[in-house]
Structures are given as C-alpha cells and as structure tokens.
C-alpha cells in the first residue's frame, strides 16, 4: 500500500502540554503493593521498599505526570491513615475494592516516587464518602509552611519543605452507581465540587483543580454551569473494550478523539451561556483497553500489539487535542491494566503499550505540526465510517532541528511505503523506531519477556523527501534532523 503525509512546518497547531503522557496508579489489585511498593524487608530487590525494577522501568519512560490514589479507591480514603510511623498506620477495609488496605503507601511515600522518577504528582481527594475538610486539610499537609496543626505534621514527619502539589482532583466517577458517595446528577456534584474547591482553595489559592466529568452532556452541562467557576479542568475516563475485533479496536482512537473535542464544545458552549470566565480544558484521567479477563480482585491483564497500535492512536490523537485536552494519564502503570507486570516472584514484564510510551516519551517534541495524510481506507462501525489505514501526528522540537513523525499503520496484513513531503523544513537524517511482532495478537509474557520490543532503522533522506516502510500493525516515531 502506498500512502503520503505532508508535514507543515510553518503553522504550529499548538504547543504539547508537558502533562500529556502522564500516570495512574492505585490502590487495587497488586498496582502499589507488590507494583510500586514491596516494602524495606521485601526479597525483591528495592530502594527504599519502592520496587526497583519497576522504579527503573517507570524512569526510562520520564512520565511528567501521576495520578494517585485512585480512581474508585480514593471515594472511601482518608488520608490521614497514610502519614506517620509505618506500625502505627490503621490496617482498613477498603470499601470500594472491598480488601484490606494496609496504608503502608501514603502521601509521603506517593511525593517520594514523584521524585525518583522526577513525575508531577496529581492527588484526587476523597470527594465520595470524605469531607471539604478533610479535604483541605490535605492541601495544608501537602502546601503550607505555617507553624498550623498539618503543615507541622508533615514537617514532624521529616519533610520540611512543604511538597507544593500544584494538580488535585475533586472526586472520581461521582456519576456511577459503583462509586462510593456517587451524586444523584450533575447538580448535585455541582455544588459538592463547589464546597470542596472553596476549602481547598482557602488553604492555597494556587492549586489548579480537576472536576469529575463524563460522556452524559446533561451532567457535564450542570457541572459547568453550576460549579464551571470553580474549576479548571473537567476529567474525563475512556476504556476500550478488549473484546473487539483488532479492525474496530484500532479505530477507536478516532471515536475518541471526537468524543473529546465534543465534550470540549459543549464546556464552551456552556461557558459562553452562563458567562463562566474561568478557562476549563480536558483532563483525560484515565484510559486504556479493558479486557474481559481484566476482572477483580486484581484486574490483570496481557495486552498485546494490537493495543499498542490503539495506544499509538490515543497518543497522536492527545497530540492534535494539545490546545483543549493538556493533561492525561494512563490506566495503569502496573499490574491493574498494566503498562507493565510485575509478579510476586521477582520477574517483570514490560508490555507493547509500554514500548509505545517509551518512543513517545523520548520523542515528545514541544510544538504540534499540521500534519495532512492521504491514505487508504476501510469502514468501521466505531467510528461511525472509513478509518485510514495510516494515521500520522507530528511534533517538532524547540529549537527547530528536529522534527518527530508519529506514524501508525493499522493494516494487519500490508506493508505501506510512506511518502513524507515538508513544508518550511528541509531533512537531512533520520531514524525510525518502531513496535510491530510478528502479529496483532503477539505479547511479552513472563515465559517469552523479549517477544515485541522496539525495532530501529536508518532512515534515506533524498533531496530533503523521505521514504519509509511501515511494517503491518506497527507504531512508529520517526525522528528527522535538519
Ligand atoms: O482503573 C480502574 C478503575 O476504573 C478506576 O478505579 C475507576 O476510576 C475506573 O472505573
Ligand atoms: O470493575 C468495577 C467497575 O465497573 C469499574 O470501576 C467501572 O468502570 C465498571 O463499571
């Protein structure tokens, strides 16, 4: 198959938020214990009880951003029973996984694997069965330098300067019956949101807050008219499900990307409405693919290439979406949904999905290019009519040197040979990194670890046009130097 890209390098779309590739981690399954957190006396090697081999894996993939503690776990959380000498913390039943939380990680613990794998950290409070206050006492914790009760808490502790977390989020999925606290409709969450920002932001008027939002336009409606002054971000949660065809499966991503510009129109629309001054964006907390077999108590899965072409498709999507959607993160980075497993007997398993993130991550770019891509197509009852095989986004560096091709090939059984034409850049190197098997259905499992990695080629640069081959099923960065 044939197909031709033109990369215009004289009109930026944007700039790509340094929060577009972030993290999720929670409190479910083996995500923190056993993931992230194996604890001091643990036989698997660790720095300081933090997993070593998954702390390595997470810094090789720089994610900007983490979200913690949840998801649903964070509805019935109380943040107070993570702080303070690991044998005095209460060992609770966690209502929303229903198991035993042993609160071994807590918040100091979360800002300290921020800093070793130099992320963002973004907290959601507890906005389901906690209080504004709680809530707020959470931010003192966190952001004060005071001689007040929290702020001197957290220096007891042994942290002196206060951790400054700029990104908290208000709640999760208070639309789902599933939810502990769930509200009864956008209203209601309305005015809970209101309640928890004014406390919040009483403590530190910095913070910059996410608001639960969803697919429902009615709720989304009512949140921004009704509490749209109070926050900046609307969160919004998309999961794949793993039981569709590869075909379906990898157009998705299109679905979605309309799905968020939708939800982005109506937040303006409302806006302009009822006058709302405050600027809201998209924050895209959490995504992934959602396999039957990914069921509790630990919602493991194995994902495969196919997911990594859809991951691919969501990543270049956040890339045209950089001006309305700045933050995301991905569900999860280990064992629940995982990017990568990590199994009780010390072995781990870094998946297709990750291998995606790590091309992205080390080929981010700062500004987003128009890109216009003429390819072949074949019809998709997900995105609702013809997908093309060939999806490309790219993304040019700061200083204009260099400029990195984001490019998918959704065939499952062609090679394409891209043409790629520029516009205001003239290249003269290149190199082309790319996740494709040998099938849609290959996957690194703790027998076969080394089955999918990233392939890497040359690529010929002539007379300023290059010309690549796409392997079928394949996600590739291409990265050209002028
Ligand atoms: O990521 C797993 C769960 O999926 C999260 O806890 C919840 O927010 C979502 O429904
Ligand atoms: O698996 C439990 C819940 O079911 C998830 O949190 C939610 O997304 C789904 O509806």
Request: charged share 25%; proline share 5%; glycine share 8%.
């Amino acid at each position: 198959m044939k197909s031709r890209v033109i990369i215009d390098a004289t009109t930026p779309v944007g700039i790509l938020s340094e929060r577009c590739y972030g993290q999720f981690i929670e409190h479910l399954g083996e995500c923190i214990y056993g993931g992230i957190w194996v604890g001091r006396d643990s036989k698997i090697p660790n720095e300081n009880g933090y997993r070593l081999d998954v702390l390595n894996a997470v810094k090789d993939l720089n994610p900007p951003l983490v979200r913690w503690p949840g998801g649903n776990f964070s509805s019935g959380y109380h943040w107070e029973d993570g702080v303070g000498p690991l044998s005095q913390r209460p060992r609770r039943f966690d209502m929303a996984w229903m198991a035993e939380e042993p609160n071994f990680f807590g918040t100091d613990e979360f800002i300290d694997w921020c800093r070793l794998i130099g992320a963002e950290p973004f907290i959601v409070v507890n906005a389901g069965n906690g209080t504004p206050e709680e809530a707020a006492r959470w931010v003192e914790y966190c952001n004060l330098n005071g001689a007040t009760h929290y702020a001197s808490l957290r220096r007891k502790y042994g942290h002196e300067e206060p951790y400054r977390v700029r990104l908290w989020g208000i709640g999760n999925e208070l639309y789902g019956e599933w939810q502990i606290g769930f509200c009864r409709d956008g209203s209601e969450c309305a005015r809970r949101t209101l309640e928890f920002a004014n406390e919040m932001r009483k403590v530190d008027p910095s913070i910059e807050l996410v608001a639960v939002g969803c697919e429902d336009p009615e709720w989304n409606m009512e949140m921004v008219k009704e509490a749209g002054k109070c926050f900046d971000y609307l969160s919004i949660h998309y999961y794949a499900a793993g039981s569709k065809p590869y075909r379906e499966l990898v157009a998705t991503p299109i679905h979605v990307e309309q799905m968020l510009r939708n939800v982005y129109s109506l937040v303006e629309a409302v806006r302009r409405k009822h006058g709302v001054k405050r600027e809201i964006k998209i924050a895209f907390d959490e995504w992934n693919v959602w396999y039957p077999e990914a069921k509790e108590p630990l919602i493991t899965q194995v994902t495969r290439v196919r997911d990594a072409v859809f991951t691919g498709g969501i990543l270049n999507a956040l890339q045209r979406l950089c001006n309305i959607v700045p933050i995301s993160s991905f569900a999860q980075t280990v064992n629940v949904l995982p990017l990568i497993i990590a199994a009780s007997d010390g072995r781990m398993v870094l998946t297709p999905q990750y291998f995606v993130f790590k091309i992205y991550g080390g080929n981010k770019g700062c500004s987003v290019l128009r890109t216009l891509v003429d390819s072949e197509h074949y019809m998709s009852t997900e995105a609702g009519g013809y997908v093309p095989y060939v999806d490309a986004s790219a993304t040019v560096s700061k200083d204009g040197e260099t400029i990195f091709l984001h490019v998918l090939n959704r065939s499952e059984t062609d090679i394409v040979e891209l043409q790629v034409d520029f516009k205001g850049f003239t290249p003269k190197s290149g190199l082309q990194q790319f996740i494709a098997g040998e099938s849609v259905e290959d996957r690194n499992t703790l027998e076969e670890p080394d089955r999918v990695g990233i392939e890497q080629t040359g690529v010929d640069v002539l007379d300023g046009r290059v010309s690549i081959l796409l392997k079928p099923h394949s996600v590739n960065v291409v990265r050209l130097n002028r």
